[in-house]
């Protein structure tokens, strides 16, 4: 598995967010971007995740910051979690982990000591010309949110630089 390292341009995505819409990398050229990726809606771990990034979405668009969580679950999935949790950020369905295979986010993890494969939580800060500014992998979900905002207020005031 290849993994994208800081400075590694950002593969490009065409996916499909919970609203049904299409969301992919270049519709963020104006800003930075937190993408992340979970393994599934509304486990303990991914429901931490995506609460601490809401609680703090107001924090990331102040310094002109969109975070997008990316998983293989469904529409109506993503649609029922955010309800359920009352999210604000934007959720994308990547159901067959294609863009997260390219991101170096899926292969084999281990947990509590077995051996699988599939979703490798893992979140990426990225301008907007498309480069990785900083690649997180094996994230714990406790925390992670707020260490992504530290290290983007660093940023926040280049943009698209």
Known sequence: MTRLA????APFFDLIDDEGKS???TDYTAKLLVLYFYPADDTPGCTLEACQFSDLYG????LNIDVLGISPDSLSSHE???QKHNLKIKLATDPDSTVAKEYGAYGEKNLYGKKSIGIIRSTFLIDGAQNVLKAFYNVRAKGHAEKVLSLALGFAGKGSD
Request: charged share 45%; net charge neutral; aromatic share 14%.
């Open 59 to 62: 924090d990331f668009a102040h």
């Open 6 to 9: 800081d400075g590694d341009k």
């Open 80 to 82: 029922k979690f955010k």
């Open 23 to 25: 969301v992919c990398l």
